[in-house]
């Protein structure tokens, strides 16, 4: 018994380094367009994203302990109360059929779940948990990776460097802030050092563990609000909601259909893959494929100004 637990925790501990090592962003852009603004030597493809077998729980309990004191993380492979009883059997009506106040409780109801999940080791390193905000009718939604240090510590997504040049993205497709909803992948911040929460830099891509544990929400999210377009910002959410198997550069370009049961009537929702905005705060030139992108998203919605 203590022998398999010592097993579990190496193997643990192994994941937990290798994470470690993982890149904070996957960018690749689309053959045709790449000549133009991509380095000769794009960042490597990501294994696609195993799936986390239905019902099964991963919680690896990390104890935050003072400054540099850096114990061995508590590992305990249990099943926990929210394993039995996963975000996606309870019922919830299309969104489409849900009148405002009802969206608006289902996604309060959602959101406080998620501020008490723990079923991934990031509910232990959490300060907040970001479950997102906005317009609970948007016709448009943007999902982000995960929340970093500024997410983390005021409970909102998109609040950082990169959430104002999103803010400055939405504006200039004529919308406000308020008339979108804005959510990511996972909601609690993913760090590269979860016993230093208060450390800048620390941020890193959610793994395919915990995106598998996290995905339930923004599916759910997704269909309360059942908006008409969704935008994935950046490899992590793109390969996430439409395909683990194509880098970001493959999936750019062209909308499909997102495949949630309950969003298919009386419509599918659209999705269209672009770049994170962190992307383009390191590498401006991307930031004209950006705007292309974000233009077939207003063609679709009749902004002004997009490209004819
Ligand atoms: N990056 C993300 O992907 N999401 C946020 O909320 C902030 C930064």
Redesign the pocket.
Known sequence: MAQDSLRRLAGELKRFIANQEEDEFILTAAPQRAAAVLPSNPAPQAEPLPKMPEGETLTVEFTRKPKSIIPPPEVAVQPSAEAAQPADTQETLPGSLMTTAEKTAALAELAETIKSCTRCPLGSSRLNA?PGEGNVDADLMFV?????F??DRQG?????R??QLLDKMIAAMGLKREQVF?A??AKCHPMTDPLHPEKHGN?RAPNAAEIACCRKYIEKQISIICPKYVVA??G??AKALISDAKSLGALRGKFYDLRLDSVQRPRPVKILATF???ALLRNPGWKKDAWIDLQMVMAELGLKGAAK
């Not at 982000?144 to 970093?148: A, C, I, L, Q, T």
């Not at 909102?156 to 950082?160: A, K, L, N, T, Y």
């Open positions: 970001v982000g990776e995960g929340p970093g500024d997410e909102r997504p998109f609040v950082g990169a959430g804005i990511n992948i941020d910002l950046g992590v959410s994170h905005p962190a």
